[in-house]
């Protein structure tokens, strides 16, 4: 799985039933096994920052497989450390 085709699938995942007017904003963080993926608000504040919304989720993308794994919102660190792969 290459940064685009994760993006692809994170684009999809978080926007792919939203109007163009109502896109989130996804961001994508590569680590060693995959990524970790989050949609968020259009905003000022840091894109690589995950929104502080109870309840918001964000998915990893397995760099091997592709599949998805949907996991609570956390740092995108944290999230990548907690991984199997």
Do not use: H
Not at 30 to 47: H, L, M, Q, S
Request: with cysteine; hydrophobic share 40%.
């Amino acid at each position: 799985m290459t940064p685009g085709q994760a993006r692809a699938v994170a684009e999809e995942f978080f926007n792919g039933v939203r109007p163009l007017t109502q896109a989130l904003e996804v961001v994508v963080y590569g680590f060693k096994d995959g990524y970790v993926a989050w949609g968020r608000e259009p905003g000022p504040e840091d894109p690589f920052t995950p929104p502080d919304i109870a309840g918001s989720g964000c998915i990893v993308i397995d760099g091997a497989t592709g599949a998805i794994a949907i996991r609570p919102l956390l740092s995108p660190e944290t999230v990548a450390a907690q991984w199997p792969g």
